[in-house]
């Protein structure tokens, strides 16, 4: 993906992006952001090949109880996708990502 400086800054635009949008900040507005941004770094760290251990609990843990909407999750995944655009990772990389991440999804989902 680029090493750690381009996991941290596409982890940080994601929580910008998240910031911004009303609908989707509402599932991370009681959210402790510094645990989230740690275990995120990690999640994507490990998820994209890199040398670190995730130590957070499951995506379905963590989604427990959201009741995500398909149409949320898309949304999600648009901010994620502007947040790579914006740490200049290139499309190919951005799909490699995306591939990697998206069997997770059936965790997320209305749960």
Known sequence: ??????????TDNF???ISFNETIY????KSNIT??????IEHLCVSTGGPCHY?????LRVHQGQNISEADFNTTVD????AMEDAGLSYPQ???VLNV???MRDEMLYK
Do not use: H, W
């Not at 993906?1 to 596409?10: D, I, N, R, S």
């Not at 130590?55 to 995506?59: E, I, L, P, Y």
């Not at 901010?79 to 502007?82: F, G, H, N, P």
């Open 35 to 40: 645990r989230f941004r740690e275990k995120f």
């Open 55 to 59: 130590t957070g609990d499951t995506m």
């Open 26 to 29: 509402r599932y991370f507005e």
């Open 79 to 82: 901010l994620l996708v502007s």
């Open 15 to 17: 929580i910008k992006e």
């Open 101 to 103: 991440l998206a069997p």
């Open 1 to 10: 993906m680029g090493g750690a400086g381009v996991v941290e800054a596409v």
């Open 94 to 96: 951005q799909n490699k």
